[in-house]
């Protein structure tokens, strides 16, 4: 059975920092593309960032946050810098198998966590 869950968010001042994770269990981690998505609600998914063997990020986030991984630990992470308002969103992790093709699209990815939720506001 495929899990993914998330963990590490809260509530946080604009400058502040997070860090993320995602452990998961049930699939060949290491031949996995993962991502992290963020939503508001209302607002349609939006793509942060994906790494299979080097890392993409979404403009807005560019600079800010950084995607990494621990195959051994079957355990994504995003580390999270300078965080402001806007950045406040539930955020999810998804897996895709092999490169992150179309890595900006939710449809490409099959297995999701349940969501964690991050906000940034003094």
């Known amino acids: 059975q495929v899990q993914l869950v998330e963990s590490g968010g809260g509530s946080v001042q604009p400058g502040g920092s997070l860090t993320l994770s995602c452990t998961t269990s049930g699939f060949t981690f290491e031949i996995y593309c993962m991502a992290w998505f963020r939503q508001v609600p209302g607002m349609e998914r939006e793509w942060v960032a994906s790494l299979y063997r080097s890392p993409s990020y979404g403009d807005s986030v560019k600079g800010r946050f950084a995607v990494s991984r621990d195959n051994a630990k079957n355990t994504v992470y995003l580390q999270m810098n300078s965080l402001m308002p806007e950045d406040t969103a539930m955020y999810y992790c998804?897996?895709?198998?092999?490169?992150?093709?179309?890595?900006?699209?939710?449809?490409?990815?099959?297995?999701w966590g349940q969501g964690t939720q991050v906000t940034v506001s003094s």
């Open positions: 998804a897996a895709q198998i092999r490169t992150c093709g179309y890595a900006s699209v939710p449809s490409e990815y099959p297995y």
